[in-house]
């Protein structure tokens, strides 16, 4: 079946949904789409934004909003200025998207590139305030991005292998930023970096991979065999294949920065790689009292 036959599928179940379904059905199998109209209406009564009648009724949103089709995405004004809500003033949107569009969102230029300050915090590794209170100074994004890589071992720039989509780039930002929050210990914060983090993710995907093959019954692929293994667990195949040269390609962007950290860290093999998963408890070990 082709992506354009399931979308035009879906249309027709949808247009369906509108005219036989109840409103209560409606509200059931839309929930997510019933709590935005339901938190919409709230915010009208508390006098927070106007709602056009023809979206008193949920059914009426419904049909003009249509399904929400991004995972946790809200009700957005297309003109953030104008308070009314109503046909062809909205659309779904992410949480991203929706901080971009408010009048009091902090913009900064990063290399060429207009950004939310929230973003760019996340992408350097650094606490919002932080950010913003050296912006505030009258500090460059870029001069910011040079002070916190002097601080740390590393560029401060380097995006992993496997994050080869925006929405794994954004989840490795995540992912660093929260670990970064993790380490604690003043020696081991300052050889942080994303290329250290990434040798270490690696080293625990790696880890984690291997461990599902073997509760799947999987302890060495068969070249007969190995179309069935992919089927059963591509994902986990893709990553023990490519974990050591993902940890690799860290590791020498690693060694541009610091040559001897990265000699310390850089897996030659697959034994080197379970080693270095060690590592993850290691920089997140307690302060000593």
Known sequence: ??????????????????KCLSAGELRKKYRGEASCHANMKRRAKQGLCEVDPAWDQFRGFLADMGPRLIPNGSIERIDNSNRRYGPALCRWATKAEQTRNRANTRWANYNG?????????????????TLHSALERGQTAEEVARRL????????????????????QMAVQREYALW?????????????????????????MFVSARRRLEQM???????????????RAAKELRIVREALSWAQDAGRALAAADLRLAARLYPFNEADLVRRAEFYEWFTAPIDI
């Open 180 to 204: 970064l929050k993790t380490v604690k210990r003043p020696d081991r914060r300052k050889l942080v970096s994303r290329e250290v983090f990434s040798i270490i993710v690696a080293a625990k």
């Open 217 to 231: 019954g999987i302890h060495e692929i068969v070249p007969d065999e190995e179309n069935d293994f992919n089927a």
């Open 149 to 168: 890589a002097s601080k740390n071992a590393g560029s401060g720039l380097y995006t992993p292998p496997w994050a080869d989509t925006t929405e794994r």
């Open 1 to 18: 079946m082709t992506h354009t036959t399931n979308v035009a599928s879906a249309e027709r179940e949808f247009a369906e949904d509108l």
């Open 113 to 129: 590139e207009r950004v939310t300050v929230g973003e760019l915090a996340e992408r350097l590794g650094t606490p919002y305030s």
